[in-house]
């Protein structure tokens, strides 16, 4: 079992930063995959970035270039960077973990048993 707890969601300016932040429970965290899926009012949950031991990040197209998700295996956590943040980007987030063989299917939210009960993150215009 994998127990999932986030923080530092809150309301900021358009243009403004933010970091989440998810630590998780259990023994096997650095062989996970990790993500991040957002969820507006109204609309589906949507992937927005993955990390796993070994390669690069997956991210959704809208979180390129102003997101960043890392690492910090010795204290099982993962983080979301956000800069630049837009009011579309108004949501709660979910932290997210799985054992995931073929990287290609890392965004599917179907492919993760694992869940955090999700932080709000509201931008105003």
């Known amino acids: 079992q994998v127990q999932l707890v986030e923080h530092g969601g809150g309301l900021v300016q358009a243009g403004g930063s933010l970091r989440l932040s998810c630590a998780a429970s259990g023994r096997t965290f650095a062989s996970y995959t990790m993500a991040w899926f957002r969820q507006a009012p109204g609309k589906e949950r949507e992937f927005v970035a993955a990390?796993?031991?070994?390669?690069?990040?997956a991210y959704a197209d809208s979180a390129k270039g102003r997101f960043t998700i890392s690492t910090d295996n010795a204290k099982k956590t993962v983080y979301l960077q956000m800069n630049n943040l837009k009011p579309e980007d108004t949501a709660v987030y979910y932290c997210a973990a799985s054992v995931i063989l073929d990287w290609s299917r890392a965004p599917e939210r179907g492919r993760y048993p694992y869940w955090g009960q999700g932080t709000q993150v509201a931008i105003s215009s």
């Open positions: 990390i796993r031991w070994i390669g690069s990040p």
